[in-house]
């Protein structure tokens, strides 16, 4: 991968103490007393932007704080092991859609945590949250491998996978593989269950919607860890012209102008996985120009106007996304290892893939078609009809997102199926490590459409 520019000196600090210090605090300071961490004040709180949030409070020190994200989760969770998609401020559901990425995000947290902590009775405490979170995420995995997206209000599956959700639940599956061996709770389906993961994220994009248009599709598969070495490395670089604007960040979609600070910090993460820091460190450089006085961080920029989007909103989960970037690439924490895999495994791949070569690995991550799916356990309807006020205020892996990122990175609505056009609708938000939510982006004004600039 070459560099149009020069990137910082590696000297200079990524955030000083005193900047990291007030983007925590404006984190916390948004988080309820039941422990949610919602976007804004006032907004609505998705679970795997609150476990981001969590995360980055981790890794800044601020412990109890995260333990109380990490307690309204468990209070919260349904009792077939998810959680919905959206919380209004009072605890009640917005969005009762079930996203298998999002509700397998927990286990990544709950690892970075101890990392964190050291504590291994947390880990304890938050087990049967987690076993019944990986359960639930596992009855959705497809013969393939890949996991299926979510399911809708009523409790039918959507009929197919999302690369850059499969690409984190993988990331979470590791993480609570890690638990449990923290714990002498051995779980070999788990770790069978993450080799299939990964064997569909490298060599069978046909699984996944073809999503390509998206940043977390470009970059979530070298992040999550799925995809490492030189076809990581070619992965970033062939695309880099498309997603990377010069001096200003990581566009959310490749042809529009619209970047968000959150796909910027997750794709800093990536960069520097791959041995590429001095991109990575350029690519926090140029976040600053999203970060305000009080350490918050506004979602996205349109350029060259400047113009915030959406309007003056700024959100904790790409607060938090710039916090682990941050820590993953000065390496000065316990928790820096987490992208790198330290101490995870890469689970039990036991398909036959010696005869492809790294090569194709890379060509495989172009998906172009679907695989049909499997039946799967009922979930009561009662637990995911959609409430009379459904309005649905949607973002964008990571998340990291989920946003989806989220993200999304996968929490992602994507309600065009593949080979479908995507009809028009208005954007009005982004999700954190993983989700971007079409419905959202493709209603921006001509404003957004990239014209060469």
Avoid at 178 to 187: K, P, S
Avoid at 257 to 281: M, S
């Amino acid at each position: 991968m070459t560099a149009p520019w020069r990137h910082p000196s590696l000297e200079r600090p990524l955030l000083g103490a005193d900047e990291l210090a007030l983007t925590l605090a404006s984190i916390e300071q948004v988080q309820s007393s039941n422990g949610m961490i919602p976007w804004f004040a006032g907004g609505h709180c998705d679970p795997w932007n609150h476990v981001e949030a969590a995360m980055a409070l981790s890794a800044g020190g601020r412990l109890r704080a995260a333990e109380r994200a990490y307690g309204w989760l468990r209070e919260s969770q349904r009792n077939f092991g998810a959680w919905f998609n959206y919380y209004w401020p009072d605890g009640s559901a917005k969005d009762r859609r079930l996203d298998t990425n999002v509700c397998a995000y927990v286990a990544t947290g709950v690892w970075q945590h101890f990392l964190a902590s050291g504590e291994v009775g947390f880990v304890e405490e938050m087990w049967p949250m987690l076993t019944a979170a990986v359960g639930f995420v596992l009855s959705w995995q497809r013969p393939g491998g890949e996991l299926v997206w979510s399911i809708d209000e009523n409790g039918r599956p959507e009929s197919y996978a999302l690369l850059a959700g499969s690409s984190s639940a993988y990331l979470s599956l590791r993480c609570a593989i890690a638990c449990a061996e923290l714990l002498g709770d051995e779980r070999p389906d788990w770790e069978l269950a993450a080799g299939r993961l990964r064997h569909a994220v490298v060599y069978w994009a046909e699984l996944f919607a073809p999503k390509d248009r998206y940043a977390m599709d470009w970059y979530y598969p070298v992040l999550c860890g799925a995809l490492g070495g030189e076809p990581a490395r070619e992965r970033l670089a062939a695309r880099w012209g498309e997603f990377v604007m010069n001096g200003r960040g990581v566009r959310c979609v490749s042809d529009r102008r619209w970047v968000t600070a959150a796909e910027t910090a997750e794709c800093a993460i990536a960069c520097h996985l791959v041995g590429r820091t001095g991109e990575a460190r350029a690519l926090l450089e140029w976040s600053r120009d999203q970060r305000d006085p009080d350490g918050s961080y506004t979602t996205g920029r349109v350029y060259p106007e400047r113009s915030t989007f959406p309007h003056e909103e700024r959100s904790t989960y790409t607060a938090a996304a710039v916090v682990l970037a941050v820590d993953a690439i000065s390496g000065e924490s316990p928790t820096s290892g987490l992208f790198r895999g330290d101490g995870l495994t890469l689970g039990l791949d036991l398909l036959d893939s010696e005869d492809r070569g790294e090569d194709e690995a890379v060509v495989a991550l172009r998906a172009d078609r679907l695989h049909t799916g499997r039946g799967h356990p009922a979930i009561p309807v009662d637990e995911v009809e959609q409430p009379a006020d459904s309005e649905n205020r949607r973002v964008g892996l990571g998340g990291i997102g989920d946003g989806a990122l989220a993200h999304d990175v996968v929490h992602d609505d994507h309600r065009a199926r593949p080979g479908e056009a995507d009809r028009p609708f208005e954007v009005v938000g982004v999700r954190g490590l993983v989700s971007v939510d079409e419905d959202e982006v493709e209603g921006l004004s001509a404003l957004l459409v990239d014209d060469g600039q």
